[in-house]
């Protein structure tokens, strides 16, 4: 089953491991030979510092009253830790349909960062919520299809991020603070292809990278991307090319990659029906690795399913000054009245059959006027605003956002069961999944029309919507 086979690869990945920074063999080791399954990489080994005997007496003597105390007075003066995420994903084509989803990732309290690889984007046409800062790097119009890095982050002071020059439209590469914490990401997508193009490329990305690395050692840097490689220890599939290149510049650069180290939950990052594979990283050096917490392969697509790539989580342990939290989400009502035809038609016919020649009171006539409006022309609907009372996308109603758990929830049925019943789970899926994109497709239609409609009267909005394209603010709505 999916589930045993899941264990079992679990358990091979945990059979392979670094030895030691410098050494001349080979990076990868087995753990099927117990006396090389006690090499292990001395940067990843964690250990705590003894008690002090004496110490602990002394504190003991007066109850610990004094440790208390101090505790107490230094309160405001230490830097506490706060959890951060970082998500990371193949998007396999960004539209705005997709960033819908995307974007409400970052309404979860703690993720800052989402990191999208292949957004195959060649023209800047993805509009971001108010809110929401993006940083990426598009191909070039005459390359091959496919490519194209993107960086989507909350748009607080606790996060503050530039981007730094790349020669390849492969790398991108940002740097700045998280909260206290100074880190340097780095996102890369490597060629699938086997031609030649395609391998001049890859080198010549790899190369770059390792350039990147050099040149600025004391960075703690996180590299997340689809390298298109296979490792030959992570999956079922025989290293290929791109997993050499990255096997060799774990080695020289004394690299971590979490993929394997048990901070990792979830081995497959790229699934499509039966098959499966691991071609999405994330590396490390010394500096990063002591700050990441944990790290979840989601698998199960219990999060994000838009994507045949799984969806990867980065728990980092920053520390911070205070205790200010992100995001404290809430939610804005909106009513309006809706003026198309049908809704006005069935309102007035409303009216007509309870209209009778007995009705001789204004109270009773208005009554039936506010029922049929509630009824045919009121709508309310819900939008979520994060702590600065900026909200998602305009077109995200409340029946779009059901719509989307319930495509997940069917998607979870079918990938968790066998035979007919998957079968038809997946139908069902597949019903919602459509259901959904017709839904986002009508609101984002319905949306871009009332704004063509302000734009035609001019004024104001016109040179608000131009200052938009341009980007030089969001939309408010």
Known sequence: SNKERSKKDEHSKKEYMYMKKGTNDKSIVSTKNKDRNKIINNERTRTKP?????????????????????????????KIKEKVEIKAINIQGMSNMKLTEVEDMLNNENTNIICLTET????????????????????EEKDKKGGGLM??????????????????????????????TVLRVIII????????EAKVRNRRIAEELENKLESRREEPTIIVGD??????????????????RINELINRQGLTLINIDEKCSGVYTWQRGEQKSVIDFVLTNENACNIIKKMHIDEEKEECDISDHNLI????????????????????????????????????????????????????????????????????????INKENKIEQPWITEEIRQGIKKRKEWNRKQ?????????????????????????????????EKKKTEEVKKGGKKLFDYIRILKGERTSKE
């Open 50 to 78: 003894k008690n002090d005997k004496n110490k602990n007496d002394n504190d003991n003597s007066n109850g610990g009253r004094d440790n208390v105390d101090n505790r107490n007075n230094n309160n405001d003066k230490r």
């Open 120 to 139: 195959q984007l060649k023209v800047d046409r993805i509009n971001v919520s108010r809110g929401v800062k993006k940083i990426d790097s598009m191909r």
């Open 151 to 180: 960086i989507l982050y909350k748009e607080t002071d606790d996060v503050k991020l530039e981007k730094r020059e790349s020669n390849s439209k492969d790398i991108l590469e940002v740097f700045g603070k998280i909260k206290s």
């Open 189 to 196: 997508y490597m060629d699938c292809g086997n031609n030649q």
């Open 227 to 244: 390298f298109n490689a296979h490792l030959g220890y992570l999956g079922y599939q025989e290293e290929n090319e791109n997993g050499k």
């Open 313 to 384: 989580t980065i728990t980092l342990d920053v520390k911070y000054d205070n205790g200010k939290k992100f995001n404290n989400k809430k939610w804005k009502e909106i009513t309006y009245i809706k003026d198309d035809a049908d809704s006005i038609i069935k309102y007035i016919n409303e009216i007509e059959n309870k209209i009778t020649d007995q009705i001789n009171n204004i109270e009773k006539f208005n009554k039936i006027l506010k029922e049929a409006s509630d009824k045919h022309l009121k709508k309310t609907y819900k939008r979520r």
């Open 415 to 447: 990938r968790n069961t066998v035979g007919e019943e998957r079968e038809r789970f997946f139908e069902q899926y597949l019903e919602q999944k459509f259901k959904v994109q017709r839904d986002i497709k009508e609101e984002i239609t319905k949306h």
